[in-house]
């Protein structure tokens, strides 16, 4: 799941802390702890018992899709929520002094996350987007199982397995292409990420799906600074110095379905004789290793990107990449 970063500040409440479960929703707010059953009636109760006390915001972690109906019932009633980390909210428990992990003490958890860390998580996406993302969602995970299984046709020796694999693979390819054209529709039915869209695919190397993801995991494409947007995405290389020592610098975390976007449509620029593919073996004939040339093309190939959204016009290679602005556009 990918989404827009939140805001800065501190919260000017009470911050409430949700234990997401499958069946039940464990709330800790103002030293106060609730339980109630993750449905309908429950999250009902919960916004009843919630609205008695002055939340700032709420604070729970994405847990596979059952946290979205609480998701859509809390926007819904003018609550701002954030969905945290799983990693960074365990981390920061472990750095309190808090090693024992049941519900009620993750929820407890949750909800001194967010005192402290105010701008820290990331908010809910519009449902136009959120469509958007769940149907390349099920796409990557079906594509995902044809590559499996195309490997498994590649060894397979007995003729019954090789066929059931066939048969497997000519209906993975018939979903995927029903999916293709259901993320278009849903591309297409909006305005403005058909918009989006239609920009980031002036770049060279950008196709259709490449900026389908874009838009629907990088909202942030246009807003702050470059270098921010590279570290979001996992292109920013790392330090490791201590001392005397200057360790190896490498890229890691991001968005990773952004970022596996971005390294198909790298490996297709730098084949061909545009600038990026001279870039490319200007970095190769200098030592480089290839994929250090690689990862920075697909850095230069997200500043781009970035140039385009925030000026909003399409890409031509004589326009100058634009500086950051002071004060971003609006979340789309």
């Excluded at 049941?102 to 909800?111: I, N």
Aim: with cysteine.
């Amino acid at each position: 799941m990918t989404t827009a970063v939140t805001e800065t500040g501190s919260p000017s409440g009470p911050v409430a802390g949700i234990d997401v479960g499958k069946s039940c929703l464990d709330v800790w707010v103002g030293g106060q702890m609730r339980s109630f059953a993750n449905d309908g009636a429950g999250i009902a109760a919960m916004l009843q018992w919630l609205a008695s006390r002055p939340v700032s915001q709420v604070v729970c972690e994405p847990t596979g899709g059952y946290e979205r109906p609480l998701v859509q019932s809390l926007s819904q009633a003018g609550l701002p929520v954030r969905l945290a980390h799983p990693n960074k909210v365990r981390a920061f428990a472990r750095a309190s002094g808090q090693l024992a992990k049941t519900d009620r003490l993750d929820a407890q958890m949750l909800s001194r996350y967010g005192e402290v860390f105010a701008s820290s998580g990331i908010t809910p996406p519009e449902p136009e987007r959120e469509e958007l993302q769940s149907l390349l969602r099920r796409r990557r995970q079906l594509a995902d199982q044809r590559v499996q299984e195309r490997n498994r046709l590649d060894r397979a020796w007995n003729p019954a397995v090789r066929a059931s694999a066939q048969r497997h693979i000519d209906w993975l390819d018939q979903e995927i292409a029903a999916l293709d054209r259901e993320y278009r529709e849903a591309l297409e039915s909006s305005q403005e990420l058909s918009r989006r869209a239609e920009l980031y695919r002036s770049v060279p190397g950008i196709g259709q799906l490449t900026a389908a993801i874009l838009v629907a995991d990088l909202p942030e494409l246009g807003r702050g600074e470059g270098k921010a947007l590279c570290s979001l995405v996992g292109l920013a290389p790392w330090s490791r110095d201590s001392g005397q020592q200057r360790g190896y610098r490498a890229v890691r975390g991001g968005r990773g379905t952004v970022r596996r976007a971005l390294y198909m449509a790298a490996l297709s620029v730098i084949r061909g004789p545009g600038e990026l593919g001279r870039f490319y073996q200007g970095l190769r004939q200098r030592g480089k290793a290839g994929k250090v040339a690689l990862v920075a093309v697909m850095r230069k190939l997200l500043l781009q990107l970035h140039a385009v959204a925030r000026r909003g016009t399409c890409w031509t290679l004589n326009h100058p990449t634009v500086s950051p602005i002071p004060n971003p556009r609006p979340n789309p």
